[in-house]
């Protein structure tokens, strides 16, 4: 193979679809920082409806004290709805812009063929009601092998991921719609605090998991870019 054919080899690795390949590490540092934010969010929140629970149940025994109730109150106003959504929304953002390069990365490295689904899958699969329940794992597990060394396949890891977010999520749907009713008895406070412990495991159980896939194939497809251009 001469020189030019090389040259052409090397820009064909580099393009994936007319969009050329790129590294992964900004972006993925980046989304890393943000699910941090939203999983420290998200535990913080929890922590806070155990205070107010607390805090209840002190009152409705006489144990409580002025200052707890407006501790635990003073704490639970910094954790608004709409704060919630934003920490969220940032985050999910910044999670699936990685995902779309990874996913257009992912073709340039193993062939169209590679990837199941369509590109459009990549952010769609997500908020199209049933098919989110299977499809971005698919997605996700199908640029794993694309970009693994050797192709390998990610074994049990991305199923226990998504596991824990299919979980977790329906699980805190479960303490959302006990929260919004008009009015909490002492046995909803006493479930709601429970959903949210449970829902917040699994979500730090998915987070962590996605941390390493991040991190995993942002890496491998880094090295394997390095590689085509040595």
Same mark, same amino acid.
């Given at each position: 193979?001469?020189?030019?054919?090389?040259?052409?080899?090397?820009?064909?690795?580099?393009?994936? %679809?007319?969009?050329?390949? +790129?590294?992964?590490? =900004?972006?993925? !540092?980046? @989304?890393?920082?943000?699910? $941090?934010?939203? &999983?420290?969010?998200?535990?913080?929140?929890?922590?806070?409806?155990?205070?107010?629970?607390?805090?209840?149940?002190?009152?409705?025994?006489?144990?409580?004290?002025?200052?707890?109730?407006?501790?635990?109150?003073?704490?639970?106003?910094?954790?608004?709805?709409?704060?919630?959504?934003?920490?969220?929304?940032?985050?999910?953002?910044?999670?699936?812009t990685?995902?779309?390069?990874?996913?257009?990365?992912a073709?340039?490295?193993? %062939?169209?063929?590679?990837? +199941?689904?369509?590109? =459009?899958?990549? !952010?769609? @699969?997500?908020i199209?009601? $049933?098919?989110? &329940?299977?499809?971005?794992?698919?997605?996700?597990?199908?640029?794993?092998?694309?970009?693994?060394?050797?192709?390998?396949?990610?074994?049990?890891?991305?199923?226990?991921?998504?596991?824990?977010?299919?979980?977790?999520?329906?699980?805190?749907?479960?303490?959302?719609?006990?929260?919004?009713?008009d009015?909490?008895?002492?046995?909803?406070?006493?479930?709601?605090?429970y959903?949210?412990?449970?829902?917040?495991?699994?979500?730090?159980?998915?987070?962590?998991?996605?941390?390493?896939?991040?991190?995993?194939?942002?890496?491998?497809?880094?090295?394997?870019?390095?590689?085509?251009?040595?």
């Amino acid at each position: 193979m001469d020189h030019s054919q090389q040259d052409r080899t090397s820009a064909g690795a580099d393009r994936a %679809g007319g969009q050329q390949f +790129r590294a992964l590490s =900004g972006l993925g !540092v980046a @989304a890393s920082v943000l699910i $941090v934010l939203t &999983l420290v969010y998200d535990v913080l929140l929890t922590v806070s409806d155990w205070r107010v629970y607390l805090a209840v149940e002190h009152f409705l025994a006489g144990t409580a004290t002025e200052e707890e109730i407006q501790a635990a109150d003073d704490f639970s106003g910094f954790f608004t709805t709409w704060k919630g959504l934003a920490v969220f929304v940032v985050g999910g953002l910044a999670f699936l812009t990685w995902l779309w390069r990874a996913r257009i990365n992912a073709e340039s490295l193993g %062939g169209p063929g590679s990837q +199941r689904r369509a590109r =459009g899958w990549t !952010v769609g @699969a997500w908020i199209t009601p $049933v098919a989110n &329940l299977w499809i971005p794992y698919r997605i996700v597990t199908d640029i794993w092998k694309a970009s693994a060394p050797g192709r390998s396949a990610p074994g049990p890891l991305l199923a226990v991921w998504w596991g824990a977010w299919v979980v977790g999520g329906m699980v805190g749907r479960s303490y959302t719609y006990l929260v919004m009713k008009d009015s909490l008895t002492e046995d909803d406070l006493r479930r709601a605090v429970y959903l949210a412990t449970v829902s917040t495991a699994f979500d730090v159980l998915a987070g962590v998991l996605v941390l390493y896939t991040v991190s995993r194939i942002s890496g491998w497809q880094t090295q394997r870019r390095a590689e085509v251009h040595r």
